[in-house]
Nanobody, 125 residues
């Protein structure tokens, strides 16, 4: 089971940007589709973005389309989530997770496993 580690969260004003990174402890991510999901206080965990194993296909929640971009590096050691035009409603703990689906483009919570510990993103108004 892969152990995933998130980083890059923080406090930012509305309209600002943050870049989150997801790495795997002791191994590359090249064998996995990876998703980013988030959970705001008092709300259920929700899908944000996903990228296939090859990196050629991506998927986004409607709420972040046009503002967030998911990518993976050539060595496939890191999956990043570039978040622009942040809004207070983007405040949440962000998690990366392994996509269990065949094509690596899951979007349901049950499509994901090996969750990281999460990184806090706070957007002030």
């Amino acid at each position: 089971q892969v152990q995933l580690i998130e980083s890059g969260g923080g406090l930012v004003q509305a309209g600002g940007s943050l870049r989150l990174s997801c790495t795997a402890s002791g191994r590359t991510l090249s064998s996995y589709g990876i998703g980013w999901l988030r959970q705001a206080p008092g709300k259920e965990r929700e899908f944000v973005a996903g990228i296939s194993k090859s990196g050629r296909n991506t998927r986004y929640a409607d709420s972040v389309k046009g503002r967030f971009t998911i990518s993976r590096d050539n060595a496939k050691t890191t999956v990043s989530l570039q978040m622009n035009s942040l809004r207070p409603e983007d405040t949440a703990v962000y998690y990366c997770a392994q996509d269990l689906t065949f094509y690596g483009l899951g979007y349901r919570i049950e499509d994901f496993a090996s969750w990281g510990q999460g990184t806090q993103v706070t957007v002030s108004s």
